[in-house]
T-cell receptor
Framework: DQQVKQNSPSLSVQEGRISILNCDYT??????FLWYKKYPAEGPTFLIS?????DKNEDGRFTVFLNKSAKHLSLHIVPSQPGDSAVYFC???????????FGPGTRLSVLP | NAGVMQNPRHLVRRRGQEARLRCSPM?????VYWYRQLPEEGLKFMVY????????ESGMPKERFSAEFPKEGPSILRIQQVVRGDSAAYFC????????????FGQGTRLTVV
């Protein structure tokens, strides 16, 4: 049973436009959420995180939105750049030393 | 401040041999996580350790797999009597405080069983 879901396996966006990656979770004990980017043959790179006490966190071109009632979060990248092409993983953790649970990933392709 | 270091980057083992994967966390990080990524799949949690303690091993196969994080030295993921299905990329991550903080990943060890 997947606790963290990313229902779009892939997404293509034109350079300069906005990329929106979505993530849903089922476990109401999760209270911390993270996004990672991964290139082939490399480890995941931390991008941005958000605590459940907030509904938005912004860092440069990356913004994460959290809708707790819908158990949904999204990552917005604007403007998208070709170097953003990678697999993006959503992850969640909870209180009390829980591990990080990852979604299956969404492959983003930014077309020049 | 060096990042999470994993070695070796690539490891080839014959069926039945043992594989040892090492992970040195970032300086000041006492929490270590191991994940496995099978081809075309996402990251699957294996085990979460804090210095000298296993906190959560719910993702570890019951047999042949073990992990440790001693007081001194790197964390070790050990796979005994490897089989072809163990071929995967194994990633280690570390964090300073455990849950509710960012975890930073190493470059991974790609294990190939022939």
């Amino acid at each position: 049973d997947q606790q963290v879901k990313q229902n779009s396996p892939s997404l293509s966006v034109q350079e300069g436009r906005i990329s929106i990656l979505n993530c849903d979770y089922t476990n109401s004990m999760f209270d911390y959420f993270l996004w990672y980017k991964k290139y082939p043959a490399e480890g995941p790179t931390f991008l941005i995180s958000i605590s459940s006490i907030k509904d938005k966190n912004e860092d440069g071109r990356f913004t994460v939105f959290l809708n707790k009632s819908a158990k949904h979060l999204s990552l917005h990248i604007v403007p998208s750049q070709p170097g953003d092409s990678a697999v993006y993983f959503c992850a969640a953790s909870g209180r009390g030393g829980q591990n990080f649970v990852f979604g299956p990933g969404t492959r983003l392709s930014v077309l020049p | 401040n060096a990042g999470v270091m994993q070695n070796p980057r690539h490891l080839v083992r014959r069926r039945g041999q043992e594989a040892r994967l090492r992970c040195s966390p970032m300086k000041g990080h006492s929490h270590v996580y191991w994940y496995r990524q099978l081809p075309e799949e996402g990251l699957k949690f294996m085990v979460y350790l804090q210095k000298e303690n296993i906190i959560d091993e719910s993702g570890m196969p019951k047999e042949r797999f073990s992990a440790e994080f001693p007081k001194e030295g790197p964390s070790i993921l050990r796979i005994q009597q490897v089989v072809r299905g163990d071929s995967a990329a194994y990633f280690c991550a570390s964090s300073p405080l455990g849950g509710n903080t960012e975890a930073f990943f190493g470059q991974g060890t790609r294990l190939t069983v022939v």
